[in-house]
């Protein structure tokens, strides 16, 4: 027989309290990341693209560039930047870690590498709208993006008393 188990409602209790980043840090943190992911694109791109001229994939220098919307892989680029940044960095990406700020899943100890993904994806539904995911902080309890939302996180602030989390 198999039973029902509560263990969100149970993570739930051991982030309650924890202090909410702010909408100023995070979106400082999210700026810094994006110049994070188009200088190390930029980097990669600078030691592949001779390769890919003389493979003949690529006709000419600075033929690919980084801009968000603009190609399929910078999406794809950004998306894994974000994904696997947070997932190896338990929830810090750059960003977040200089400006002092976490993610952390409502439901499990750590942030799983499939709810990086989710949530790396989820800034492109952020963006949607004129921007109005990410003005759902203003608006959710927990000040909680869309993004948040889809990924079952919040963002907080670390602090020395709650480096467990």
């Known amino acids: 027989m198999v039973k029902y188990e509560f263990h969100e409602t149970t993570r739930m209790l051991a982030v ?18 994006i110049a994070f992911a188009a200088g190390l694109f930029s980097m990669i791109i600078s030691l592949v693209e001779p390769l890919l001229i003389k493979q003949g994939w690529i006709h000419s220098k600075y033929e690919i ?6 190609n399929w892989y910078s999406i ?10 947070v997932y190896f960095g338990n929830g810090k990406s750059p960003g977040k870690w200089i400006l002092g700020i976490r993610i952390i899943s409502l439901t499990h100890e750590r942030i799983s590498f499939w709810h990086s993904i989710e949530r790396a994806l989820g800034y492109g539904y952020s963006f949607l709208e004129l921007c109005f995911g990410f003005i759902q902080y203003f608006i959710y309890p927990n000040r909680r993006t ?16 709650r480096l467990s989390l």
Not at 76 to 85: H, M, P, R, S
């Open 76 to 85: 794809v680029w950004t998306i894994l930047y974000f994904g696997l940044a």
């Open 16 to 33: 309650h309290g924890s202090e909410l980043a702010s909408f100023y840090r995070r979106a400082s943190a999210f700026i810094l990341d």
């Open 146 to 161: 869309l993004h948040d939302r889809i990924a079952e996180t919040i963002v907080i602030r670390e602090n020395k008393k």
């Open 65 to 70: 560039v980084f801009a968000l919307n603009m």
